[in-house]
């Protein structure tokens, strides 16, 4: 077990990386989306329309806050059970918040909501990567990748490059009111099973990890 500081400016995972064969990984996720749910309902004709975009169930629906980035089957149980006792205490230091989800941005690897503001949620980022490589050896502790943002779609790399992307976004702003308004009170550990061509994400759950009292 390590206790180094986190290496600085380390490179997130790339949106539709596609994992080595067998891999599942550690999360933690965003997952009190109830709100969010009627959202995407709302953007989901322009989703059907863009070519290769794979949309997200609602159960499925999740902000990326942070990742162990190596198989999670050579966590040990002790590694694991450890990792959620300092989640717990770390993150339970940090006040609950709002926060805005959308409006939609289309990236040429996904459709997704963009969240606001930042400092709440980049400070939650920070404290859970930091505790990552506190417990996990081998500097694998990884933030999201950019801002924070809920997927509404995944293409995956074979879907290629697309001319059509601009006209994508322009129809996403069409939708209103575009955006919806959330209190983040805790998030789950979970472990995340991709498939094939990185176009979906499912898990299951490892942990609750309540934020403290606004």
Not at 47 to 71: F, Q, R
Request: hydrophobic share 35%.
């Amino acid at each position: 077990m390590t206790y180094s500081a986190p290496a600085p400016e380390r490179e997130a995972p790339r949106s539709g990386q596609t994992w080595p064969e067998g891999w599942t990984k550690l999360h933690v996720y965003l997952t009190d989306l109830e709100e969010v749910k009627t959202l995407a309902d709302s953007y989901r004709p322009v989703i059907d329309e863009a070519p290769g975009d794979v949309p997200v169930p609602h159960e499925w629906l999740h902000a990326t806050i942070a990742s162990v980035e190596c198989d999670a089957a050579t966590v040990t149980e002790t590694t694991r059970s450890l990792l959620v006792e300092r989640l717990r205490r770390r993150v339970g230091e940090l006040p609950a918040f709002d926060l805005t989800v959308g409006p939609a941005l289309a990236s040429m690897s996904a459709i997704m909501l963009d969240t606001f503001p930042d400092r709440d949620f980049q400070r939650l980022v920070t404290t859970c990567v930091e505790v990552i490589d506190e417990v996990v050896d081998g500097g694998v502790g990884r933030p999201c990748g950019g801002p924070g943002h809920v997927s509404l779609s995944y293409r995956s790399d074979s879907a290629g490059d697309d001319d059509a992307r601009g006209h994508v976004q322009n129809h996403l702003r069409d939708v209103r009111p575009g955006r919806t308004n959330i209190t983040v009170t805790g998030v789950e550990l979970v472990r995340v099973f991709q498939t094939s061509g990185a176009s979906s994400y499912t898990w299951e759950n490892v942990a609750r990890i309540p934020l403290g009292q606004s």
